[in-house]
Protein backbone atom coordinates (compact mmCIF):
# COMPACT_ATOMS: atom_id res chain seq x y z
CA UNK A 1 0.00 0.00 0.00
CA UNK A 2 2.60 2.22 -1.22
CA UNK A 3 0.03 5.06 -1.81
CA UNK A 4 -2.51 4.87 0.63
CA UNK A 5 -4.54 7.73 1.03
CA UNK A 6 -3.08 9.48 -1.40
CA UNK A 7 -5.03 10.83 -4.41
CA UNK A 8 -3.80 10.71 -7.68
CA UNK A 9 -4.99 12.22 -10.94
CA UNK A 10 -4.00 10.52 -14.21
CA UNK A 11 -4.23 12.69 -17.71
CA UNK A 12 -4.96 10.45 -20.64
CA UNK A 13 -5.33 7.19 -18.73
CA UNK A 14 -8.27 5.56 -20.95
CA UNK A 15 -5.32 3.63 -22.64
CA UNK A 16 -1.69 2.55 -22.20
CA UNK A 17 0.47 3.92 -19.74
CA UNK A 18 -2.01 6.04 -18.69
CA UNK A 19 -4.50 3.10 -17.72
CA UNK A 20 -1.80 1.20 -16.84
CA UNK A 21 -0.41 3.36 -13.98
CA UNK A 22 -4.13 4.32 -12.76
CA UNK A 23 -4.69 0.60 -12.36
CA UNK A 24 -1.27 -0.18 -10.24
CA UNK A 25 -1.78 3.40 -8.29
CA UNK A 26 -5.01 1.88 -7.29
CA UNK A 27 -3.74 -1.41 -6.67
CA UNK A 28 -1.46 0.08 -4.03
CA UNK A 29 -4.17 2.40 -2.28
CA UNK A 30 -4.16 5.81 -3.78
CA UNK A 31 -7.92 7.43 -4.85
CA UNK A 32 -7.26 7.83 -8.40
CA UNK A 33 -9.12 10.43 -10.85
CA UNK A 34 -9.06 8.94 -14.23
CA UNK A 35 -9.17 11.73 -16.98
CA UNK A 36 -9.50 11.08 -21.04
CA UNK A 37 -11.39 11.94 -24.30
CA UNK A 38 -11.93 8.61 -24.96
CA UNK A 39 -15.29 8.37 -22.13
CA UNK A 40 -16.06 5.07 -23.15
CA UNK A 41 -12.39 3.94 -22.31
CA UNK A 42 -12.03 5.84 -18.94
CA UNK A 43 -15.25 4.67 -17.56
CA UNK A 44 -13.44 1.20 -18.14
CA UNK A 45 -10.82 1.62 -16.48
CA UNK A 46 -12.98 3.17 -13.25
CA UNK A 47 -14.64 0.11 -13.42
CA UNK A 48 -11.84 -2.11 -13.72
CA UNK A 49 -10.13 -0.15 -10.20
CA UNK A 50 -13.83 -0.45 -8.44
CA UNK A 51 -14.39 -4.43 -9.00
CA UNK A 52 -10.48 -4.78 -8.18
CA UNK A 53 -11.91 -2.93 -4.57
CA UNK A 54 -10.65 0.45 -5.14
CA UNK A 55 -11.40 4.10 -5.27
CA UNK A 56 -11.85 5.77 -9.00
CA UNK A 57 -13.12 8.46 -10.63
CA UNK A 58 -13.61 9.48 -14.18
CA UNK A 59 -13.62 13.44 -15.69
CA UNK A 60 -13.19 13.83 -19.12
CA UNK A 61 -10.49 16.85 -20.07
CA UNK A 62 -9.49 17.86 -23.60
CA UNK A 63 -5.90 18.71 -23.02
CA UNK A 64 -6.18 21.27 -25.34
CA UNK A 65 -8.66 23.19 -23.66
CA UNK A 66 -7.08 24.99 -20.43
CA UNK A 67 -10.98 25.14 -19.00
CA UNK A 68 -10.82 21.53 -19.15
CA UNK A 69 -7.56 20.71 -17.63
CA UNK A 70 -8.35 23.24 -14.60
CA UNK A 71 -11.56 21.45 -14.48
CA UNK A 72 -10.38 18.73 -14.08
CA UNK A 73 -7.78 19.42 -11.14
CA UNK A 74 -10.45 21.05 -9.49
CA UNK A 75 -12.69 18.22 -9.90
CA UNK A 76 -10.51 15.89 -7.92
CA UNK A 77 -10.38 18.23 -5.23
CA UNK A 78 -14.31 18.36 -4.89
CA UNK A 79 -14.35 14.74 -5.53
CA UNK A 80 -11.81 13.21 -3.08
CA UNK A 81 -10.83 16.36 -1.43
CA UNK A 82 -7.70 17.21 -2.12
CA UNK A 83 -5.02 16.20 -4.47
CA UNK A 84 -1.46 14.49 -3.83
CA UNK A 85 -0.03 13.09 -7.42
CA UNK A 86 -0.43 14.36 -11.26
CA UNK A 87 0.55 12.46 -13.49
CA UNK A 88 0.98 14.23 -16.93
CA UNK A 89 0.50 11.22 -18.88
CA UNK A 90 -1.73 12.27 -22.05
CA UNK A 91 0.26 12.91 -25.50
CA UNK A 92 -0.38 12.15 -29.29
CA UNK A 93 2.25 11.89 -32.25
CA UNK A 94 2.16 13.16 -35.84
CA UNK A 95 1.02 9.91 -37.12
CA UNK A 96 -2.31 10.27 -35.01
CA UNK A 97 -3.09 13.14 -37.46
CA UNK A 98 -0.82 12.74 -40.74
CA UNK A 99 1.30 10.52 -42.63
CA UNK A 100 2.98 13.87 -43.67
CA UNK A 101 5.57 13.57 -41.08
CA UNK A 102 8.95 14.84 -42.35
CA UNK A 103 10.08 18.90 -41.09
CA UNK A 104 9.58 20.04 -44.48
CA UNK A 105 5.87 18.42 -45.20
CA UNK A 106 4.26 18.74 -41.71
CA UNK A 107 1.59 21.31 -41.27
CA UNK A 108 1.52 23.63 -39.12
CA UNK A 109 -1.70 22.76 -37.71
CA UNK A 110 -0.31 19.32 -36.85
CA UNK A 111 3.17 20.67 -35.22
CA UNK A 112 -0.04 23.12 -33.15
CA UNK A 113 -2.12 20.06 -32.05
CA UNK A 114 0.55 17.77 -30.86
CA UNK A 115 2.75 21.08 -29.15
CA UNK A 116 -0.51 21.89 -27.41
CA UNK A 117 -1.68 18.55 -26.50
CA UNK A 118 2.60 16.97 -25.26
CA UNK A 119 3.94 20.56 -23.72
CA UNK A 120 1.08 22.93 -23.63
CA UNK A 121 -0.47 20.88 -21.59
CA UNK A 122 1.71 19.57 -19.17
CA UNK A 123 2.14 23.50 -18.14
CA UNK A 124 -1.29 23.84 -17.58
CA UNK A 125 -2.00 20.57 -15.84
CA UNK A 126 0.69 21.47 -13.47
CA UNK A 127 -0.48 25.20 -13.22
CA UNK A 128 -3.45 24.17 -12.02
CA UNK A 129 -2.73 21.78 -9.80
CA UNK A 130 -0.13 22.93 -7.86
CA UNK A 131 -2.54 25.28 -5.53
CA UNK A 132 -4.36 22.07 -4.42
CA UNK A 133 -0.98 20.36 -4.11
CA UNK A 134 -0.22 23.41 -1.98
CA UNK A 135 -2.98 22.87 0.00
CA UNK A 136 -2.13 19.13 0.82
CA UNK A 137 1.08 20.14 2.00
CA UNK A 138 3.04 18.83 -0.93
CA UNK A 139 3.12 16.69 -3.50
CA UNK A 140 4.55 15.15 -6.74
CA UNK A 141 4.49 16.20 -10.59
CA UNK A 142 5.26 12.95 -12.77
CA UNK A 143 5.74 13.84 -16.41
CA UNK A 144 5.85 12.07 -19.49
CA UNK A 145 8.98 12.62 -21.77
CA UNK A 146 10.36 10.20 -24.36
CA UNK A 147 13.65 8.19 -25.34
CA UNK A 148 12.88 10.82 -28.26
CA UNK A 149 13.58 13.40 -25.96
CA UNK A 150 17.10 12.62 -25.67
CA UNK A 151 17.77 11.30 -29.69
CA UNK A 152 15.20 12.03 -32.35
CA UNK A 153 13.34 9.68 -34.03
CA UNK A 154 12.36 9.18 -37.70
CA UNK A 155 8.93 10.91 -38.69
CA UNK A 156 8.49 12.49 -35.36
CA UNK A 157 9.75 16.49 -35.42
CA UNK A 158 6.93 17.64 -33.39
CA UNK A 159 7.16 14.60 -31.08
CA UNK A 160 10.28 14.47 -30.10
CA UNK A 161 10.88 18.24 -29.79
CA UNK A 162 7.98 18.20 -27.11
CA UNK A 163 9.73 15.71 -25.22
CA UNK A 164 13.03 17.13 -25.30
CA UNK A 165 11.59 19.81 -23.88
CA UNK A 166 9.41 18.60 -21.29
CA UNK A 167 13.05 17.24 -19.53
CA UNK A 168 13.96 21.11 -19.35
CA UNK A 169 10.23 22.05 -18.03
CA UNK A 170 10.93 19.21 -15.22
CA UNK A 171 13.73 20.88 -14.11
CA UNK A 172 11.91 24.35 -13.91
CA UNK A 173 8.76 22.81 -12.09
CA UNK A 174 11.02 21.20 -9.69
CA UNK A 175 12.75 25.05 -8.92
CA UNK A 176 9.48 26.63 -8.74
CA UNK A 177 7.57 24.10 -6.85
CA UNK A 178 10.75 23.16 -4.13
CA UNK A 179 9.84 25.23 -1.65
CA UNK A 180 6.24 23.93 -1.67
CA UNK A 181 7.30 20.71 -0.85
CA UNK A 182 6.41 19.40 -4.19
CA UNK A 183 8.64 17.01 -6.11
CA UNK A 184 8.78 17.17 -10.12
CA UNK A 185 10.36 14.25 -12.02
CA UNK A 186 9.74 12.31 -15.75
CA UNK A 187 9.96 9.52 -17.40
CA UNK A 188 11.65 8.46 -20.82
CA UNK A 189 10.32 5.14 -22.34
CA UNK A 190 11.28 3.42 -25.80
CA UNK A 191 9.54 1.15 -27.90
CA UNK A 192 6.29 0.76 -25.07
CA UNK A 193 3.37 -1.48 -26.27
CA UNK A 194 0.28 1.05 -26.49
CA UNK A 195 -1.95 2.16 -29.27
CA UNK A 196 0.74 5.31 -30.03
CA UNK A 197 3.39 2.88 -30.50
CA UNK A 198 1.55 0.27 -32.86
CA UNK A 199 0.41 3.79 -34.88
CA UNK A 200 3.72 4.87 -35.46
CA UNK A 201 5.26 1.48 -36.22
CA UNK A 202 2.21 1.07 -38.74
CA UNK A 203 2.58 4.70 -40.80
CA UNK A 204 6.12 4.03 -41.77
CA UNK A 205 7.08 2.98 -45.16
CA UNK A 206 9.92 0.83 -44.06
CA UNK A 207 8.30 -0.91 -40.92
CA UNK A 208 11.19 -3.10 -40.72
CA UNK A 209 13.28 -0.28 -40.68
CA UNK A 210 11.21 1.40 -38.10
CA UNK A 211 11.73 -2.40 -35.83
CA UNK A 212 15.17 -2.52 -36.08
CA UNK A 213 15.12 1.14 -34.78
CA UNK A 214 12.41 0.61 -32.05
CA UNK A 215 12.94 -2.81 -30.76
CA UNK A 216 16.04 -3.81 -32.47
CA UNK A 217 18.22 -1.79 -29.96
CA UNK A 218 16.93 -2.98 -27.01
CA UNK A 219 19.56 -4.75 -25.14
CA UNK A 220 16.34 -6.42 -23.35
CA UNK A 221 15.06 -7.71 -26.92
CA UNK A 222 11.20 -7.33 -26.42
CA UNK A 223 9.18 -4.29 -26.41
CA UNK A 224 8.21 -2.86 -23.49
CA UNK A 225 4.81 -3.77 -21.24
CA UNK A 226 2.61 -0.04 -19.89
CA UNK A 227 3.16 -2.23 -16.27
CA UNK A 228 6.79 -1.48 -16.21
CA UNK A 229 6.17 2.24 -16.89
CA UNK A 230 3.62 2.50 -14.26
CA UNK A 231 5.59 1.08 -11.13
CA UNK A 232 8.13 3.17 -12.25
CA UNK A 233 5.50 6.13 -11.96
CA UNK A 234 4.29 4.96 -8.61
CA UNK A 235 7.85 4.96 -7.10
CA UNK A 236 8.47 8.31 -7.47
CA UNK A 237 5.20 9.23 -6.60
CA UNK A 238 5.51 7.89 -3.38
CA UNK A 239 7.49 9.00 -0.10
CA UNK A 240 10.08 6.27 -1.11
CA UNK A 241 11.13 8.90 -3.50
CA UNK A 242 11.20 11.90 -1.11
CA UNK A 243 14.45 12.86 -2.35
CA UNK A 244 14.47 13.00 -5.57
CA UNK A 245 13.63 16.09 -7.83
CA UNK A 246 14.20 17.43 -11.16
CA UNK A 247 15.19 14.15 -12.53
CA UNK A 248 14.83 12.12 -15.85
CA UNK A 249 14.13 8.69 -15.63
CA UNK A 250 15.20 6.09 -18.67
CA UNK A 251 13.18 3.29 -18.97
CA UNK A 252 14.24 2.21 -22.47
CA UNK A 253 15.42 -1.77 -22.07
CA UNK A 254 18.80 -0.28 -22.54
CA UNK A 255 18.42 1.14 -25.45
CA UNK A 256 20.53 4.29 -24.98
CA UNK A 257 23.49 2.10 -23.45
CA UNK A 258 24.45 2.11 -26.74
CA UNK A 259 21.71 2.68 -29.44
CA UNK A 260 22.93 -0.21 -31.89
CA UNK A 261 20.98 -2.70 -33.50
CA UNK A 262 20.46 -6.36 -32.50
CA UNK A 263 21.16 -8.70 -34.91
CA UNK A 264 19.40 -12.10 -34.85
Known sequence: MQLADKVCVITGSGSGIGRA??????????????????????????AEIGEAGGEAAYVHADM?????????????????????VLHANAGVHETDFTTETRV???SEEVWDRVVDINLKAVWLC???????????????IINAASVGGIIAYPMSPAYCSTKAAIMNLTKCMAIDFGPDNVRVNCYCPAAIDTAMTRKYWEAAEDK????????????????GHPEEVAKLVCFLASDDASFITGSAYVVDGGSLAWRGTIMD
Do not use: N, W, Y
Not at 69 to 84: T, Y
Open 21 to 46: TALEMASRGARVMVSDIDDTAGEAVV
Open 64 to 84: RSGPDIKGLMDAVVERFGRLD
Open 104 to 106: DLL
Open 126 to 140: AKHAIPHLRAAGGGA
Open 208 to 223: EAIQSALIGSHVIRRI
